[in-house]
Every structure is written in structure tokens, then in C-alpha cells.
């Protein structure tokens, strides 16, 4: 029966080979920063604090509508994307409707903002936006006009639904002619 055993001869160079290399590769390792230079995770009173700074109405008006017009024109034929920067320009406008999901489901500084964050519906159709932009972010992707057309219908059907219960008076105080034609009689 044979056993496959290192002879003792080469056991005296295999210890020092594994012991040099196990040197070396603690050499690879970043030392360690001086205790004056490390920093401690930061306590609840070193945290960011959430400040409202804006009102739900301002970042509707401002951000989603605004970019939400952006998506929707596209529909128009005049205003097609014909060229990669049209589609970064739709990219933009959806990822930036995406991301403001997130923010209008924080309190603002209107008067009804603390009370709308906290219903069901208000999160359901701030939610059904989001995932309109998540469609249209992927349809910019994709350079595909349809479903971006598609994603711009759920978004409108979405907006809608929550004007409808939240907010009646959809406010234009922002809309400019050429940017919203269909607020000033234009098509």
C-alpha cells in the first residue's frame, strides 16, 4: 500500500516557501489608518435630517409635469425622436419622473402634503407613476416608440386617477406654450 506522504527532505523547503508567500501576501493588505484618521459611523444625531424644503405641488409642477410633457410630445410626429440626443433627452425626462416618485411620497411644505403621504391611494398612484417611468426608461432603452407611447398612457392614466381624488385644479402655473401647447390652445 502506498501513501502519497511528502519525503522529509522536502518538507524543510515547502515551510518556508508557504511561509514567504503567506509574508508577501500580507504585504497586499492596506494598513490600517491611524486611529486620529478613522472615523466612526455616524449616531442618529449626526444623521441626515429630513427637511422639506418644497411643497408635493412644487416638485408636480416642476418635475413631473414638466418631464411628463417631455415623454408625452414625443407622440407628436414633429417631435419624434430622430436622433440620439431626442433619446437622451426622453431617457432624462423618464428617469428624472422616476426618481421624483420617491419624492412625492415624502412630506412637503403644502398644506395638504403630511396628509396625502399617509393614504393608500395617494402611495398606489405614486406608485403606478414610477412604474410608468420604469416602462418608459426601458422603451428609451430599447429606442422603442410605441411602448414609450404605451408607458406615456399608463403615466397620463395614473396622473388622472390621483389629480381626480387629490388635487382637482391641475395647476399650469409653470407651463410654458412651447413645451405645453395643449395648456394654451395649441396643437
Same mark, same amino acid.
Given at each position: 500500500?502506498?501513501?502519497n506522504?511528502?519525503?522529509?527532505?522536502r518538507?524543510?523547503?515547502?515551510?518556508?516557501?508557504?511561509?514567504?508567500?503567506l509574508?508577501?501576501?500580507a504585504?497586499?493588505?492596506?494598513?490600517?489608518?491611524?486611529?486620529?484618521?478613522?472615523? @466612526? !459611523?455616524?449616531? =442618529?444625531?449626526? %444623521?441626515?435630517?429630513? $427637511?422639506?424644503v418644497?411643497?408635493?405641488?412644487?416638485?408636480?409642477?416642476?418635475?413631473?409635469?414638466?418631464n411628463?410633457?417631455?415623454?408625452?410630445?414625443?407622440?407628436?410626429?414633429?417631435?419624434?425622436?430622430?436622433?440620439?440626443?431626442?433619446?437622451?433627452?426622453?431617457e432624462h425626462?423618464?428617469?428624472?419622473?422616476?426618481?421624483?416618485g420617491?419624492?412625492?411620497l415624502?412630506?412637503?411644505?403644502?398644506?395638504?402634503?403630511?396628509?396625502?403621504?399617509?393614504?393608500?391611494?395617494?402611495i398606489?398612484?405614486t406608485?403606478?407613476q414610477?412604474? @410608468? !417611468?420604469?416602462? =418608459?426608461?426601458? %422603451?428609451?432603452?430599447? $429606442?422603442?416608440?410605441?411602448?414609450?407611447?404605451?408607458?406615456?398612457?399608463?403615466?397620463?392614466?395614473?396622473?388622472?386617477?390621483?389629480?381626480?381624488?387629490?388635487?382637482t385644479?391641475?395647476?399650469?402655473?409653470?407651463?410654458?406654450?412651447?413645451e405645453?401647447?395643449?395648456?394654451?390652445?395649441?396643437?
Open positions: 500500500m502506498s501513501t506522504r511528502l519525503p522529509p527532505s518538507h524543510l523547503t515547502l515551510v518556508p516557501a508557504v511561509v514567504l508567500t509574508a508577501a501576501l504585504g497586499c493588505t492596506p494598513a490600517p489608518l491611524p486611529v486620529a484618521e478613522q472615523k @466612526a !459611523a455616524p449616531t =442618529a444625531s449626526e %444623521a441626515p435630517v429630513y $427637511k422639506p418644497v411643497s408635493i405641488n412644487d416638485i408636480m409642477v416642476s418635475v413631473i409635469d414638466h411628463s410633457h417631455i415623454l408625452w410630445n414625443a407622440g407628436d410626429p414633429k417631435r419624434a425622436p430622430k436622433n440620439d440626443q431626442d433619446w437622451h433627452n426622453l425626462a423618464a428617469v428624472t419622473i422616476a426618481a421624483a420617491n419624492m412625492i415624502m412630506p412637503g411644505t403644502g398644506p395638504n402634503d403630511a396628509g396625502w403621504v399617509r393614504e393608500k391611494d395617494w398606489k398612484f406608485e403606478g414610477t412604474e @410608468a !417611468a420604469l416602462a =418608459a426608461m426601458k %422603451a428609451v432603452d430599447a $429606442k422603442d416608440l410605441k411602448a414609450l407611447l404605451a408607458a406615456g398612457d399608463t403615466l397620463v392614466g395614473s396622473c388622472e386617477a390621483c389629480h381626480a381624488k387629490f388635487k385644479d391641475i395647476p399650469k402655473h409653470v407651463a410654458k406654450p412651447l405645453q401647447p395643449e395648456h394654451f390652445g395649441k396643437k
